[in-house]
T-cell receptor
């Protein structure tokens, strides 16, 4: 069975902290994505990676960075957390060898910055 | 760049009534289209996808969608809804060339009442 695992379901962090959100997939997928989900705004793409050590900015990259040192793991980093980064964060992965596959999602991490 | 528009943020409907959730997209290249469903406190689950071929696509839970290239639409339909269909539905598009950025609409909340 396909599995995308996000390290935490719920996180509470203080303003100014450095925050790491981890995502691991077990499907040998090339593409991985980080989204944030906010009411009324849907899923907005923060960053995506199409291969190890390769990354592309999405639509809202400001305040975030990413790391992909191994194919199965894609980390989202909030360098200095702010209250406007309180949100639900969703990770997804997708294969590109066959360019018609859907993305598989983790359960999400609800981050609260206080 | 591609984009997705879901005009209806919320669709209330009575149980056993038909429903249509609208999705329009824009892209300068060929795309693949997806509908995902999100139940409360869960990640996203694929309902159906259009890759090529027949424009009428059938998915899980009795849902279907029709791809209309001339109208750049991919509307989701179900002839008779159940209470359990209450959820948020997201339309998504991915290009079949280049970096294959996966872009979502803002979502439509389907509210089914008895």
């Amino acid at each position: 069975d396909v599995k995308v695992t996000q390290s935490s379901r719920y996180l509470v962090k203080r303003t100014g902290e450095k925050v790491f959100l981890e995502c691991v997939q077990d499907m040998d997928h090339e593409n991985m994505f980080w989204y944030r989900q906010d009411p009324g705004l849907g899923l907005r793409l923060i960053y995506f990676s199409y291969d190890v050590k390769m990354k592309e900015k999405g639509d809202i990259p400001e305040g975030y960075s990413v790391s992909r040192e191994k194919k199965e793991r894609f980390s989202l980093i909030l360098e200095s957390a702010s209250t406007n980064q309180t949100s639900m964060y969703l990770c997804a992965s997708r294969a590109t060898v066959r360019r018609n596959t859907e993305a598989f999602f983790g359960q999400g991490t609800r981050l609260t910055v206080v | 760049a591609q984009s997705v528009t879901q005009l209806d943020s919320q669709v209330p409907v009575f149980e056993e009534a038909p429903v249509e959730l609208r999705c329009n997209y824009s892209s300068s290249v060929s795309v693949y289209l997806f509908w995902y469903v999100q139940y409360p406190n869960q990640g996203l689950q694929l309902l159906l996808k259009y890759l090529s071929g027949s424009t009428l696509v059938k998915g899980i839970n009795g849902f279907e969608a029709e791809f209309n290239k001339s109208q750049t639409s991919f509307h989701l339909r179900k002839p008779s809804v159940h209470i359990s269909d209450t959820a948020e539905y997201f339309c998504a598009v991915i290009t079949n060339t280049g970096f294959q950025k996966l872009v979502f609409g803002t979502g439509t909340r389907l509210l089914v009442s008895p």
